[in-house]
């Protein structure tokens, strides 16, 4: 196999693992460079004797946690502060559209920002956990040999992860349980005033078709029980593409690399 056929296998797996892990876009770009250089050079070393994409899992956490603390997680809060942040930045008043996008598309926005830096509420071995094990749905085997502790271990940390996710967004969240006071709509408004949406340059909601599907899949995901309804929701989310700038990196760096047989 082409080493460009092999790289490009894996690199919106690195680059959404990344994203889920880091929040902001150019963060996980860079990490993402990072991890695919460890992942190429270090092909020679790939026995076997794990799935690849495991292996490549393994790399990726290993350079996610060496790194040091990047923009978002510098400002992450407690989940305590988080619920307030929440309760604050609501508005019953109509949000006035002056921007030339669609409200569905202000309302992905928000709704998957939103929900993706309750996730910096988890330190490091807990976000990954929960990541690895209900947003990427990997057993505890595999979800072990990632984090290179036992099976054991990991169900621990992924339980615990869980439990702290889901009782934070049945208390507050209303995509998973229509009551709460927190409501996406009541927040657009906020969100954009406060520079945490930017309409004209939206990062998380590509997709009007997407965000248009939306509600209806959300009410499948509210028929599920609290802790798989909250996994469901972040597995909905369309995977996220990489710029145009770091796949003319990828492209860039393959030109210089000599081909794989595999």
Known sequence: MALET????????????????????QDAEDAAQEILIRVITGLAGFEGKSNFRTWVYRIACNALLTQGKKRMEQAALSFEEFGATLADGLSEAPFINEYDV?????????????????????????????????ILDLDHVEGA??????????????????????????????????????????????????GYVHPQELVFAPSLAQAKRFPELLHTIRKLEDSRRVAALYQSYPQFEPSNSFLVWLRNLLNKMPELEC
Request: with cysteine; hydrophobic share 40%; net charge positive.
């Open 102 to 134: 669609a409200e569905e598309l202000l309302l992905e926005e928000v709704k998957i920002g939103c929900t993706h830096a309750m996730l910096l509420c988890l330190d490091r071995d807990h976000r990954f956990a929960y990541i690895l094990g209900e």
């Open 6 to 25: 092999l790289v490009h296998t894996i690199q919106r797996d690195v680059y959404n693992l990344a994203v889920r892990f880091l929040w902001h876009p």
């Open 145 to 194: 040999e990632v984090l290179e502790i036992t099976p054991a271990a990991f169900r621990k940390r992924l339980s615990r992860a869980n439990q702290r996710i889901t009782t934070f967004m049945m208390a507050h969240c209303g995509l998973v349980k229509p009551n709460n006071p927190c409501q996406c709509k009541h927040r657009i408004g906020c969100a954009v005033d406060r």
